[in-house]
């Protein structure tokens, strides 16, 4: 997903409903009952060197990639 895309998908949900207080998670994938178990974001940085162009979604709690074996 590219910079541009995230914003159009943002203003879309702006612009269509009351959603101006939604708060912006990402799925942690923890098996639980009941909402899906999320970790919150805490900011975002735009990368620079070996990272430049791309932007990092920030969470609150250090994350792990899994594989699916």
Do not use: C
Not at 35 to 50: E, I, N, P, R, Y
């Amino acid at each position: 997903m590219r910079l541009i895309d995230l914003k159009k998908a943002i203003d879309f949900y702006l612009e269509h409903g009351n959603n101006d207080n939604l708060e912006v998670v990402i799925p942690n994938n923890k098996n639980q009952m009941g909402a899906t178990s999320a970790t919150k974001l805490k900011g975002l940085s735009v990368g620079f060197d070996w990272n430049t162009g791309r932007i990092f979604l920030l969470p609150e709690n250090k994350m792990q990639e899994v594989t699916n074996k």
